[in-house]
């Protein structure tokens, strides 16, 4: 199975300032045959269920604000949030579906206003 | 707007058995691959199963393979878990999740959830 390992495990950033958070797969999530790394990053608020914010590493769903933004290919990927809004604290996730289903989630990493 | 409506959580001893369902609607249930999350209290994510649209793959976590078993009813929307020989370790949250895909994608819809409680 592949092992999805996020860092750090909490991260406190002062409001406007830019949050990233890192992940790292144990064996690529990039397809060759379409070029396309299967990768996706959730959001998560208290007493909710998961958003998703990210799909295929990079392209945003539909209605996520453009502060929201992922990059990274094969094994090492990035969300990043530019401008550190409130309404952002949360807990994020990111995920491989690269084997129909078999997917993982990393562990998580909390994210607060310094 | 999809809309999907666990039920079937509740308290169950060790080794006995519960039957989760789902109920799907505003979406072209045929059209898309179906999950069961689970997070246990203070915990994070942990993908449990997952079904694609036809049946055709199936797949699930190590830590219940054997034990449960997810199913599909295109008539009546629903997806569904049965889970034998409940451990205290199931204990959980357990969440429905659709597919973006109908045999592969990312998780684009969530019920709020049924709690599983395992304990004597």
């Known amino acids: 199975d592949i092992v999805m390992t996020q860092s750090p495990d909490s991260l406190a950033v002062s409001l406007g300032e830019r949050a990233t958070i890192n992940c790292k797969s144990s064996?690529?999530?990039?397809?060759?045959?379409?070029?396309?790394?299967?990768l996706a990053w959730y959001q998560q608020k208290p007493g909710q269920p998961p958003k998703l914010l990210i799909y295929?590493?990079?392209v945003r769903e539909s209605g996520i604000p453009d502060r929201f933004s992922g990059s990274g290919s094969g094994t090492d990927f990035t969300l990043t949030i530019s401008s550190l809004q409130a309404e952002d604290v949360a807990v994020y996730y990111c995920q491989q579906y690269y084997t129909p289903t078999l997917y993982t989630f990393g562990q998580g990493t909390k994210l607060e206003i310094k | 707007e999809v809309q999907l409506v666990e039920s079937g959580g509740g308290l169950a001893q060790p080794g006995r058995t519960l039957r989760l369902s789902c109920a799907a609607s505003g979406l072209s249930f045929d059209d898309h691959a179906m999950h069961w999350v689970r997070q246990a209290p203070g915990k994070g994510l942990e993908w449990v199963a997952g079904i694609s649209w036809n049946s055709g793959n199936i797949g699930y976590a190590d830590s219940v393979k054997g034990r449960f078993t997810i199913s599909r009813d295109t008539a009546k929307n629903s997806v569904y878990l049965q889970m034998n020989s409940l451990r205290p370790e199931d204990t959980a949250l357990y969440y429905c999740?659709?597919?973006?895909?109908?045999?592969?994608?990312?998780?684009?819809?969530w019920g709020q959830g049924t709690q599983v409680i395992v304990s004597s």
């Open positions: 999740a659709k597919d973006k895909g109908g045999y592969i994608g990312p998780i684009d819809a």
């Open positions: 064996q690529s999530v990039l397809h060759t045959s379409n070029n396309k790394n299967y």
């Open positions: 295929w590493a990079s």
